[in-house]
Nanobody, 119 residues
Framework: QVKLVESGGGLVQAGDSLRLSCTTP????????MGWFRQAPGKEREAVAS????????YYAEGLKGRFTISRDNAQNTLYLQMNNLKPEDTAVYYC????????????WGQGTQVTVSS
């Protein structure tokens, strides 16, 4: 079982930045693809970005690349999502997720961290 723990959410103003973190105690992500998802009130959960831990290959949802950056720190075994120039429409619960390389679906999820952007 993979337990994911997110942190770094909060209440910010439009134009501010936040960095979300995700880690898992006692496990490395080297065989995983890690992703960030978000769910706004009344909307379906959507993918934000993902990264293949071993290669650093990244994917971004359309329209977010340039403002959002996904990265990982091998030494700290931590996944990050740097969010810049935040907009009120970025308000959502952000989730960290993981799946093993070669497998489909996202079986492992964190508890989510709230990001609220005021105008």
């Amino acid at each position: 079982q993979v337990k994911l723990v997110e942190s770094g959410g909060g209440l910010v103003q439009a134009g501010d930045s936040l960095r979300l973190s995700c880690t898992t105690p006692g496990r490395t992500f080297s065989l995983y693809i890690m992703g960030w998802f978000r769910q706004a009130p009344g909307k379906e959960r959507e993918a934000v970005a993902s990264i293949t831990w071993s290669t650093g290959t990244t994917y971004y949802a359309e329209g977010l690349k340039g403002r959002f950056t996904i990265s990982r720190d091998n030494a700290q075994n931590t996944l990050y999502l740097q969010m810049n120039n935040l907009k009120p429409e970025d308000t959502a619960v952000y989730y960290c997720a993981a799946r093993r390389l070669g497998l489909s679906g996202w079986p492992y999820w964190g508890q989510g961290t709230q990001v609220t952007v005021s105008s």
